[in-house]
């Protein structure tokens, strides 16, 4: 399932119904943000939109590309 192919009700309902049968999936996500080691520990931190923070192992990355600032 590609999401850019379907709606976000379709995504939902394929993560639902994985999770309830206990299914393993392998996710991709898109994120953007700025980027830093996180404290005390081997993850990294990753400050997205709106001020949330995700932070993740970088075994988890399959790519990272640099991109230009956005204007203010």
Do not use: K
């Amino acid at each position: 399932m590609i999401a850019r192919d379907v709606d976000l009700a379709t995504i939902d309902a394929r993560l639902i119904a994985a999770s309830q049968r206990g299914e393993t999936l392998e996710v991709v996500l898109a994120l953007r943000g700025s980027i830093r080691p996180a404290a005390g520990s081997s993850r990294w931190r990753m400050r997205v939109a709106g001020g949330r923070v995700v932070t993740f192992l970088a075994e988890w990355v399959v790519a990272a590309t640099h991109l230009p600032r956005r204007s203010r």
